[in-house]
């Protein structure tokens, strides 16, 4: 059984959450020179007509595409694009694996959990929208319900990243003591990956983001990042701030919602 205050350890470049897109042409027809109307001397050849001239192609003129623009999707959950030029609104996806028809995490949670993983990072003037939710059974995907993060992690984050949102799958168990394991930038194939038991848990999974904007452990037991969650691990400070944004504009700036 995994208990519900857990221990998260960064091994190597992972981090780990573990409980405790013929120019047509009309060519000219030339008739053929016809003999006068009295019978032409039999001594006096017919008259050869030249033969028609063939048209020059001209080239089809070369068409330069209208630039492709990508607009922003709407979010399922509320925007959080504001007015405010230092706020940053990141484009979020969630994927929650369904274990006989039923998700471990529904769209509803998923909207829930978005709301309280926004409240953790409000200090930081940074916050997430709900663009994409997707259950899928697992076994549609070569993939199964529990995981061994280890070897199949890459595998699960590559079924399931588009590139242009942050990503957070919900799996089944994973193994070992480990619930939640997230790529450090720079280091890989990006996305969260969290157990079911905890899936739904604001704390656990900002947690988990903040790792994904290049944050790591901390002593604080009142802190976000502390290597320790329970329900008062809370609390983001300034430089935490400073790191998350500047990884946002150094990684994530194609996830940032204007």
């Not at 006068?36 to 048209?55: E, K």
């Not at 926004?118 to 899928?136: D, G, H, M, R, T």
């Not at 990042?225 to 329900?231: T, V």
Request: net charge negative; with cysteine.
């Amino acid at each position: 059984m995994k208990n519900l205050s857990f221990a998260l350890h960064t091994i190597g470049y992972f981090s780990i959450l573990m409980a405790a897109p013929l120019v047509a042409h009309d060519a000219h027809a030339f008739g053929r020179a016809r003999a006068p109307a009295s019978t032409p001397s039999p001594n006096v050849p017919a008259a050869t007509p030249p033969p028609a001239a063939t048209p020059r192609p001209t080239a089809a003129p070369t068409m330069t595409p209208a630039p492709v623009t990508t607009p922003t999707p709407a979010p399922i959950s509320s925007t959080c694009v504001s007015s405010d030029p230092a706020h940053l609104c990141m484009g979020i996806k969630m994927v929650s694996y369904t274990k006989n028809d039923s998700p471990v995490l529904s769209e509803s949670q998923a909207n829930a959990l978005i709301a309280g993983i926004n409240k953790a990072w409000s200090p930081c003037n940074i916050a997430f929208q709900l663009e994409k939710y997707e259950a899928v059974d697992p076994a549609t995907r070569g993939l199964n319900f529990d995981s061994n993060w280890r070897y199949d992690g890459d595998t699960i984050r590559s079924n399931f990243n588009d590139g242009n949102t942050f990503l957070v799958v919900s799996v089944g168990n994973l193994t070992g003591s480990t619930i939640a394991v997230t790529q450090m930038p720079g280091t890989g194939v990006y996305g969260v990956l969290v157990e079911n038991n905890y899936a739904n848990n604001p704390l656990t999974v900002g947690h988990e983001l903040g790792h994904y904007m290049g944050l790591y452990h901390v002593n604080d037991t009142s802190n976000l990042m502390s290597a320790y969650i329970g329900p008062n691990t809370a609390a983001v400070n300034a430089d935490q701030c400073a790191t998350a944004r500047k990884t946002d504009f150094d990684y994530w700036q194609v996830m940032m919602r204007h």
